[in-house]
């Protein structure tokens, strides 16, 4: 057992404020500076990483409701149907939290209609917390549980903890899950806040008490990608010397800093096996890192390198689009695969892309259906670098005031008319009425303006 003590009430006046360890600029002897990362991880390392759903339960602390279990299950069928299989679905909530009721609910629908989908969920360090967790486990044999502690020095001021009561208390919990058949996710809060020397004795603890899983958590979202590395690194140097080099590692940071998946990368890249993400990022303060931003590019990469990807690509946006109706959050206007990713009304970018569908059509004509397919495949990504075909979308193209005839007959023909039909009265109509109102039409006065190109003129 490790030497504990809880602080008690101290004079205020004498109280020393910690500093927490900074991993993106401390110095350290048990771990240096490094003077340059890679950019991004390697294909393999990709191709063998997990990706770990926090949807139902980070993302949840980051709404002002709470979905029916049915809504949850739901998207935990898209989930599934997307190609992950990992998913916390809740925290102890406490003895009378009536969420406790609908967790377990959420659980038993789990085990009966999702059983490639493996559970977890968040537990303290508490004997109340424990009993929580092997009731979970009792409704659901798949269960796991993430066991963690706050670690960092400031933490452990405000909660009145010195080390040894980290120590004591993970060892003791890892220990007594790990006895009731429950596979263990070892965790710390403030894991890039932590000192090398402190991690490194709790990571020791983490392995010999019976962890399967080393966690770190960016909880409050400071680390940069060069700082990620450095830790990750760090971890696994650990987990090597303990003997244990096979051990999996998890990555679950947040977007405070706006670092989320750079971090991701920089993560798998040092070794780390499993990512936590929430669709639309969502979650407390400036949310988690974003599933749709992380397997988006960790399915270039394995696409770049002739790997199968790991996930159905096309059903992203019903993934995400989903959860975004079941949390209340509404999507972005910009951002990655926000409302306008597949939006343009520029000119100069609907000619290049009517061009494109032109040469398409030239192929078509040629008879040559693999040539077309590349030319329509190109109309759609000579101006995106998503192509909305492949996650399950469409493009969309408005009239504005920087709008050109293209747009007009770009819009026409992805309106399902032939543009070859549109009289010049139509085309200079729409630009005009844009030019006029000094914004983007709107779907119903485009719509309007189309329904109205076979109209006699003069009439």
């Known amino acids: 057992m490790h030497k504990e003590t809880r602080s008690a009430k101290t004079d205020i006046n004498s109280l020393d404020v910690p500093v927490n360890f900074n991993w993106n600029s401390d110095e350290s002897p048990l771990s240096t500076l490094p003077t340059r990362i890679p950019g991004e991880p390697l294909a393999a390392q990709v191709a063998r990483t997990q990706i770990f759903s926090e949807c139902l339960r980070d993302g949840l602390q980051g709404i002002p409701g709470y979905p029916t279990v049915d809504d949850m299950m739901r998207y935990l069928h898209l989930l599934s149907d997307f190609g992950i299989t990992y998913a916390t679905v809740g925290i102890y909530p406490g003895e009378s939290n009536r969420l406790s009721a609908t967790m377990k609910q959420l659980l038993a629908r789990m085990r009966d209609e999702l059983p490639s989908i493996v559970p977890s969920v968040l537990s303290m360090c508490t ?6 967790t092997v009731e979970c486990r009792e409704i659901h044999p798949r269960l796991e549980s993430v066991v963690f502690m706050g670690s960092a020095p400031s933490r452990r001021l405000v909660q009145g903890w010195d080390l040894g009561f980290i120590l004591n208390g993970l060892e003791t919990f890892i220990k007594k899950t790990v006895e009731m058949g429950i596979p263990v996710v070892a965790g710390t809060e403030h894991t890039s806040q932590t000192s090398p020397e402190d991690l490194r004795a709790i990571t020791r603890v983490q392995v010999e008490s019976g962890a399967y899983i080393v966690a770190m958590a960016d909880t409050i979202g400071v680390i940069r ?7 990750v690194r760090f971890v696994r140097e650990q987990l090597d ?22 971090n991701a990368m920089a993560a798998v890249a040092a070794g780390a096996s499993r990512i936590h993400v929430v669709s639309r990022g969502v979650g407390e303060r400036s949310g988690n890192a974003s599933l749709e931003e992380v397997v988006l590019n960790f399915a270039a990469i394995e696409e770049e390198a002739g790997l199968p990807v790991s996930w159905d690509m096309s059903q992203l ?3 995400i689009t989903c959860y975004q109706e079941m949390v209340g959050v509404a999507p972005p206007e910009h951002g990655v695969l926000g409302k306008r990713y ?3 009304s520029s000119g100069i970018h609907t000619a290049a892309i009517l061009k494109a569908h032109h040469l398409a059509d030239r192929a078509r004509e040629a008879g040559n259906a693999e040539l077309e397919g590349a030319l329509r495949e190109m109309s759609r990504t000579v101006y995106s670098a998503v192509d909305p075909a492949a996650v399950g979308g469409v493009p969309s193209v408005a009239v504005s005031p920087w709008s050109g005839t293209s747009s007009v007959k770009l819009a026409c023909m992805l309106s399902g008319r032939d543009p070859g039909e549109l009289s010049p009265e139509t085309v200079e109509g729409l630009l005009a009425r844009a030019n006029e109102l000094g914004r983007e039409l709107t779907p119903e006065e485009l719509e ?8 006699p003129h003069g009439a």
Do not use: C, I, K
């Open 241 to 262: 010397a303990l003997g244990v080099p096979e051990m999996q590692v998890d990555w679950h940071g947040h977007r405070d800093t706006g670092n989320a998946l750079g």
């Open 317 to 319: 946006l019903r993934l």
């Open 342 to 344: 597949s939006h343009t």
């Open 448 to 455: 309007e303006g189309f329904a109205d190109m076979h109209a």
């Open 225 to 231: 990608p060069l700082g990620t590395y450095r830790l």
């Open 127 to 132: 004997e109340e917390s424990l009993r929580w």
